[in-house]
């Protein structure tokens, strides 16, 4: 799973993004709706790739075999949910009907730090944005980002929230140094956002049924968690057409606070084997909230 996704190039140009942020921010999202579906569209027909992995996915979340709308859907929503990221990240937030859910755990913390386990599921914008915008200072959020292999979204982002742009961690850091620079910002309250459904640092996994199936789940958030001896919060920030976003804040890990060496391994499984739990109930809710486009369940070595 890990090489598979690295590989694959970052999608898009920087000009057809400075257009499109162009005509978002001028017009506003409701023009740009209206032109999602020829945008979406072209892709369906040209992006196979995209499409095959689709219908693989939402053959295992539907239950049944998917036809071309189905994956035109899916291919939508996460059209719109990448053209969502614009108003987020400008804070513009007019027009949306937020929902959120356990906020009240960061009220809970008094300004102490943990890992937030984030996903290629839904947005992690919209969390990130309404964070700063109803909680404020009580949540400073620093995402790890291979910025090297996400250099166009680097650009997105430094356009349009240099405040964020400058909290970004690079997931190319050596180890020790990367760990000492985690430790750094949760000590000092702020929150680590990690991708728990993508692989970076070591190649550790642990194969886990997901959807009926074993797919290899990356172990790094978990044992950076242990090894710093920090709480894990989920988050998922839900789509559901036209405006709508249910957003979910959950605790997830506590018991790495006291945890000794040796039990590390155990309550590390565990907390994978949680969350990967949680991940699949929101699915199978949100089932094209989902924008895992590669081989998901590849089976490679962990």
Request: aromatic letters at 14%; charged letters at 20%; one cysteine or more.
């Amino acid at each position: 799973m890990t090489a598979h996704w690295q590989k694959q190039e970052e999608n898009g140009n920087r000009f057809f993004m400075r257009l499109l942020i162009g005509i978002a921010l001028l017009f506003g999202r409701r023009t740009v709706r209206l032109l999602l579906p020829f945008i979406v569209a072209y892709f369906f027909l040209v992006a196979k790739s995209a499409r095959m992995h689709s219908i693989k996915y939402l053959r295992k979340v539907l239950h049944r075999e998917p036809n071309w709308r189905d994956c035109y859907r899916h291919l939508f929503t996460f059209a719109q949910v990448s053209v969502d990221r614009i108003f987020f990240l400008s804070k513009r937030f007019s027009g949306f009907d937020f929902h959120l859910h356990g906020e009240q755990i960061f009220t809970e913390r008094q300004n102490t730090g943990a890992i937030l386990a984030v996903s290629h599921v839904g947005s992690f914008d919209v969390m990130r944005a309404l964070a700063a915008r109803d909680l404020g200072d009580r949540v400073e959020v620093y995402p790890v980002l291979d910025i090297e292999h996400n250099s166009k979204s680097m650009s997105f982002l430094q356009a349009l929230d240099p405040e964020l742009a400058s909290r970004i961690i690079d997931a190319r850091t050596p180890g020790p140094e990367l760990v000492l620079k985690l430790q750094e910002v949760i000590n000092q309250g702020g929150y680590v956002g990690l991708m728990a459904d993508r692989q970076f640092g070591s190649k550790r996994t642990l194969p886990v049924n997901f959807l009926g199936e074993l797919a290899n789940f990356p172990l790094t958030t978990w044992e950076v968690a242990a090894l710093l001896k920090v709480p894990v919060i989920s988050c998922f920030g839900l789509f559901s057409s036209p405006n709508r976003y249910d957003i979910f804040f959950q605790p997830l890990e506590r018991s790495f606070i006291d945890a000794s060496r040796k039990d590390r391994p155990r309550l590390v499984e565990l907390a994978l084997h949680n969350y990967v739990e949680q991940l699949q109930t929101h699915v199978q809710m949100h089932p094209y909230n989902w924008f895992n486009f590669y081989d998901f369940w590849q089976h490679d070595a962990s």
